[in-house]
C-alpha cells in the first residue's frame, strides 16, 4: 500500500474537478467547507482524515511521482486529472478498507489504550507491577487506570480471556497477514517491547510509511468488528467512544442550535457575530449531514429536481457550470443542493 496509490483513488474520484491539494486537505482531514462538501460530492468518506499529520513534502512527493509516472495531468485550471494510464494502473489496485469520515485519527486513541492495556495486564499476570508504559500521554494512563479498577488483571486466566478477545476480533477483521503481523508487532508485553515501523518495514521488505498505512487500515477493520460484536466485551471498552458522533464542527453546530430556535440566516450572523459567508458555510455542512435538513425551505423541489438530474447529465458537481445553467439560483442554494442530494447519502 503506498500513499501514491491512495492520492491516485482519490484524484479518480474528484473527476478533474479540484486541485491536487484537495488531496492533500481530505487526507489530513480538514474541516474547511469546502474539503467538507468534497467528500460527500466526490463520495471520499474512507480516505477524510487518515493522515492527519502528513506532511506537505511528503504529500507533493506521491503527486511527483504520480506525475512523473504519467497517471495524472493537471490543466491550464490547475484541476488534476487521472490520465488514460493512470486508470489502466487503477484496474490493479486493490480496493481500500478505510473508515476515515468515522475514526478521524481516534484510531490511534483506541490502540494507544489498547497496547497499554496488554501490556498491564501481560506484566501484572508474572507479578511484575513496576514497568516502564508504552504509552505515556496521562488521558491513556488514566482510562486504563479505570479500565482495570477492581478487575484480576493479576489472574492468568483474565490474560488468556483478553488475548481470546483479540484474536476472535483479528479472525474476524479481514486484514491480511502483513496487517496481522504489523498489529501484533506493534504490541508490547512482559520483557517484549513493539516493534518501530523500520523494524516491521525490513521485515515484511515494505517502506516504512507502507506499514504505517497498513497499519491505520488493519485498525479500522479491527474497530468495525468491534462495532458488530456485542460479545467482544473488553475491546468494545477499549473502543468506548472512539466513533465519531457528531459529523458538525462546533460552529456548525452553534448555528443549528440557533437555525432550531427559529432565527434566520441573517438573524444567526448578526447574532454570532459572524460573516454571512461562514454561515452559509455551516448550511451547507448542516445539508451534508442531517438526513433531516429542510432543503425545501431554501429552494424549491421543481429547482432540486432539475439541478439533480443536470448534474447527472453533464456528470459534474462544478458550481461554475451549475450556475451557467441556472442563472436563477444563488451559489448558496446550488451548494445546498448539492450537498442535500448528490453526495453519497443520496
Not at 478477545?165 to 517484549?192: A, P
Not at 423541489?301 to 432539475?306: L, Q, S, T
Amino acid at each position: 500500500m503506498k500513499l501514491s496509490s491512495i492520492l491516485l483513488t482519490i484524484i479518480q474520484k474528484l473527476d478533474g474537478e479540484r486541485t491536487i491539494y484537495a488531496g492533500f486537505h481530505l487526507l489530513r482531514g480538514k474541516r474547511s467547507g469546502q474539503t467538507l462538501q468534497d467528500v460527500e460530492y466526490y463520495g471520499l468518506k474512507a480516505y477524510f482524515g487518515i493522515l492527519p499529520k502528513l506532511t506537505v513534502e511528503h504529500f507533493d512527493e506521491a503527486a511527483t511521482l504520480l506525475s512523473n509516472s504519467g497517471y495524472i495531468t493537471t490543466g491550464e485550471d490547475s484541476f488534476v486529472k487521472i490520465t488514460t494510464s493512470g486508470r489502466q494502473l487503477m484496474e490493479n489496485l486493490p480496493t481500500y478498507a478505510f473508515n476515515g469520515w468515522d475514526y478521524r485519527g481516534r484510531e490511534m486513541i483506541f490502540f494507544a489504550r489498547l497496547s497499554l492495556a496488554i501490556q498491564t495486564v501481560s506484566n501484572f499476570k508474572v507479578g511484575e507491577h513496576a514497568f516502564m508504559p508504552v504509552q505515556k500521554d496521562y488521558d491513556s494512563q488514566t482510562f486504563i487506570r479505570n479500565l482495570y479498577h477492581k478487575q484480576p488483571i493479576s489472574d492468568p486466566a483474565y490474560a488468556r480471556y483478553i488475548a481470546e478477545e483479540l484474536r476472535l476480533c483479528i479472525e474476524r477483521s479481514d486484514m491480511d497477514d502483513n496487517q496481522k503481523i504489523i498489529v501484533t508487532h506493534r504490541l508490547s508485553g512482559f520483557k517484549l517491547t513493539g516493534w518501530t515501523w523500520d523494524q516491521l518495514a525490513a521485515y515484511l521488505g515494505l517502506q516504512p510509511f507502507s506499514v504505517y498505512l497498513l497499519f491505520i487500515e488493519g485498525l479500522h477493520k479491527l474497530l468495525v468488528v468491534i462495532e458488530q460484536s456485542a460479545e467482544l466485551s473488553f475491546l468494545r471498552k477499549i473502543a468506548d467512544n472512539i466513533k465519531v458522533t457528531t459529523y458538525l464542527t462546533d460552529s456548525s453546530r452553534k448555528t443549528q442550535q440557533l437555525f432550531n430556535r427559529g432565527l434566520s440566516i441573517e438573524d444567526i450572523a448578526t447574532t454570532r457575530n459572524l460573516k454571512l459567508s461562514t454561515i452559509e458555510d455551516h448550511f451547507v455542512e448542516m445539508s451534508i449531514n442531517d438526513p433531516q435538513f429542510p432543503l425545501t425551505q431554501f429552494v424549491t423541489e421543481d429547482y432540486i429536481e432539475a439541478v439533480v438530474a443536470k448534474v447527472k447529465e453533464v456528470e459534474t458537481r462544478r458550481l461554475r457550470i451549475l450556475k451557467d445553467e441556472f442563472v436563477e439560483l444563488t451559489y448558496f442554494q446550488l451548494r445546498l443542493i448539492l450537498g442535500a442530494r448528490t453526495g453519497e447519502r443520496s
